[in-house]
């Protein structure tokens, strides 16, 4: 299969990875499930088994993600997870539907690319150095690229945009993922995010435009129609950039877990 071996980050990071594609060819037509290129997640609450589900999953992939679960039901499921000896953590859920579009668009207006900046997407005719280059970029700025296929638009339907300097270097990233499923109540959903900039091109808005840019094109070309996005608690910087694009806490969350000993006290992201 083409491109199947670019996967990216450490060696626990690349075999969640890799498990989550084979768990998404065991399981390719379960609206419970979403495979984003990273890992497969459980998408909202599942029930009375939701924690089952989350640990099963976890143990079998190394890491799980429970996607929009909603923050009543948090800390009962937490709980019983860490009871079986996996590790936790959460990320508020940033979601906007229009109103996202409409600041994006608004964002385009108000904000133009350095002169030395031209805008790449990621495709099947990416050469591969490329595609290295721009996860390593990704990584430095502490991001998990997802892997090659999925960049690539193959696998699941998505933009990928890096920002190229004048020297060919990549330096900011961007990107959307229509990764839910069709009978999901969040099938006309992306998980968005990925905005990224090498550190010595910060302050002139170059992921904040990337991340902009993804929203109208996810929008216009793959009919998007609501975005959603992971935020660790505290991390002010984010949620600035999320409510510059309309996108805003919502009263759901999602679940990270962790097997303490795959990961040694970290997560599969920030």
Known sequence: MQFSDEFFGSEAQQTVSRNARDILNLCP?????????RIMTVVGYQGPKT????????????????????KEKADSIKTEIEADGLATNIWEFCEARETAYEAAKEILKQHELPAD???ERLSVDTDASRVRDFAAMAADCGVLAMCGRVMRG????????AGIDQTGAVIASAWGYKCYHPKSEFSDYAFWGGLSCREDRRG??????LGALTIVQLWK???VRGFVTGVTQGNEASFSVCKKLGLLPAGRIGLGVTN???????????
């Open 29 to 37: 037509d379960d609206p419970r499930f979403s495979y984003n290129g």
């Open 221 to 223: 070309k793959l009919q």
């Open 260 to 270: 303490p000993a795959m990961f040694k006290g970290t997560t599969l992201t920030k």
């Open 154 to 161: 193959l696998d699941v339907p998505g933009i990928t945009l």
């Open 117 to 119: 900046i031209v805008v």
């Open 51 to 70: 924690n089952e589900i989350l640990t099963s999953l976890a143990r079998l992939q190394g890491s799980a993600t429970c996607h929009f679960l909603p």
């Open 204 to 209: 002139q808005k170059i992921a904040l435009v």
